[in-house]
């Protein structure tokens, strides 16, 4: 007998159908064939060890199993479920008619338990655009679709609660409901308030304006000045992500096997820091047999800090150029190719020279030559990738005794959740969140200048040597300012503040 069940296999964060098909027919021994690899293959000693657990024979006959379609590798021990249903069904030992209207996943133990797999919700929402009758997931699984709420989603922890449900039996208490709080965007307690930071009153308005846009920002500074502080401080004032944002951002963490244990979606921003010494595909994802997001995808949606940017390997470095302007990465591999949303905030740190104390009076003991060359190690297309450039000097000693009152986060985080706001309206219909996504043609629609902010653009370009790239960069700063000040229109006060963000345009400041 000829059964099929339906499974999943997630290529990036987008899930393709896999059908398995199981034919029980007369000779002998257990076939596998639908281009598995190891981890499938293994699948079926612990699917039979599993069934004979529940008491369910193995059929003396000849099993072909077929994972179609069958040029598609499948990877990943997923797939125990659905061979293991479709063997009772083929072999007529269970009755299952709702078998072949269900997505289900699931890795087997040898007692019949299942274990969480990856991917739950690409592969709900592509089991809802496909029109199947719900998903049957393990529990754990099934929980980070909670608020999805396309189709009924089930939460199994045995194989026998699987049977219940494809046996078409009420298992209304296998449906997975929200369990999780009403505070989904409550932030951690352990983020630094820009309250307690003293000083560097500069530094954080850029920062605010950073996070109203989603601009990229390096704060160059000596040891001690505030860099790493202020970079950790960043997500008290980011705004909320939306509906949209949230589900992608979980889509990535759910193939990442890192989805909220609290269950539900991922809603506040990201916020990584990876160390320096992390590899090229730790950052930007890769894996061998299975293509994991790295960093940069992590970060999506919200904020990766580097730490000490200039002594991260160069080829790290200059690997973000990509995903920076594209705001995705494509990572290919001879047999295959994934491609991860990696839409983020980069904020970078780092000392000026190597002794880390130039511009601190006569503190540094580095020659202009020693100097230039470390910042040399910033590439001029990395540093126009940048939007806002930070210069941070350590806070006066007098602030530091006196300890004057600054703004809390919570007062700047509504000034940038207004500013958001704008520009989720204004971007509604062209598929972006904020000004720092804009393409060209959005720049052009989206930037307009009058005739006096021409010509001062015009002059600041001439004086500064601005490239076309920094030129962009300086009208969605312009545009993100204007939004802060809740200004329509983009006005000469707002360009120069965002023009004088640009000094690292201007190379000999360090001579």
Not at 449 to 458: G, H, I, T, V, Y
Request: charged fraction near 25%.
């Amino acid at each position: 007998m000829l059964t099929y069940i339906h499974g999943a296999r997630c290529i990036g964060i987008k899930a393709i159908p896999v059908t398995v098909e199981v034919d029980i027919a007369s000779g002998i021994g257990i076939h596998l064939v639908g281009l598995a690899d190891l981890a499938v293959k293994e699948s079926l000693l612990r699917t039979v060890s599993a069934l004979q657990f529940m008491g369910y024979r193995i059929p003396g006959k000849k099993i072909v199993i077929n994972l179609a379609p069958a040029d598609i590798k499948k990877k990943g021990s997923g797939y125990d479920v659905p061979i293991a249903i479709g063997i009772i069904a083929a072999s007529g030992q269970e009755y299952l008619p709702e078998a072949g209207r269900y997505v289900m996943m699931g890795e087997l133990g040898l007692d019949g338990s299942i274990r969480k797999v990856p991917g739950a919700l690409p592969i709900v929402d592509a089991a809802s655009e496909l029109g199947f009758k719900g998903c049957i997931l393990p529990e754990e699984s099934a929980m980070e679709a909670v608020e999805l709420g396309q189709i009924p989603v089930y939460g199994v922890k045995g194989l026998a609660d699987v049977i219940r449900i494809v046996s078409g039996l009420e298992c209304n208490d296998l449906l997975v409901r929200r369990k999780i709080s009403a505070d989904k965007c409550r932030k951690d307690g352990n983020i630094t308030d820009f309250a307690d930071i003293i000083g560097q009153e500069g530094a954080k308005r850029g920062l605010e304006i950073a996070a109203a846009g989603g601009h990229n920002v390096i704060m160059i500074g000596a040891p001690g000045s505030g860099k790493s502080t202020l970079a950790k401080a960043l997500p008290g004032i980011l705004p909320p992500m939306d509906i949209r944002e949230a589900i992608q951002t979980s889509k990535i963490y759910s193939v990442a096997g890192r989805g909220n244990p609290d269950g539900g979606l991922i809603w506040e921003r990201p916020f990584r820091a990876p160390h320096l010494s992390s590899s090229l595909s730790a950052i930007i994802g890769g894996g061998s047999d299975y293509i994991l997001p790295g960093e940069i995808s992590l970060a999506h949606n919200g904020v990766l800090f580097l730490d000490e940017f200039l002594e991260a390997p160069k080829k790290v470095t200059e690997a973000l150029r990509g995903p920076l302007e594209d705001r995705k990465v494509i990572i290919s591999r001879l047999k295959t190719k994934v491609e991860y949303p990696s839409s983020f905030m980069l904020v970078a740190a780092t000392n000026p020279c190597p002794c880390g104390y130039y511009g601190e009076k006569d503190k540094c003991t580095c020659t202009p030559a020693r100097r230039q060359a470390y910042l040399s190690r910033l590439s001029g297309p990395m540093m126009d990738r940048i939007d806002i450039h930070l210069w941070l000097h350590p806070a006066e000693p007098s602030k530091l005794v006196s300890r004057p009152q600054a703004e809390p986060s919570k007062a700047i985080a509504e000034r940038t959740a207004a500013a958001r706001k704008i520009q989720k309206e204004r971007f509604a219909a062209e598929g972006i969140f904020c000004n720092a996504e804009m393409t060209i043609r959005q720049t052009g629609k989206y930037c307009r200048l009058d005739r006096e902010c021409q010509a001062f653009l015009k002059k600041m370009i001439g004086s500064m040597g601005f490239s076309a790239r920094a030129c962009s960069k300086i009208l969605k700063i312009a545009r993100t300012i204007a939004d802060l000040d809740g200004s329509e229109t983009i006005s000469v006060p707002h360009l120069s503040e965002a023009s004088g963000y640009r000094f690292l345009d201007k190379r000999d400041i360090f001579v």
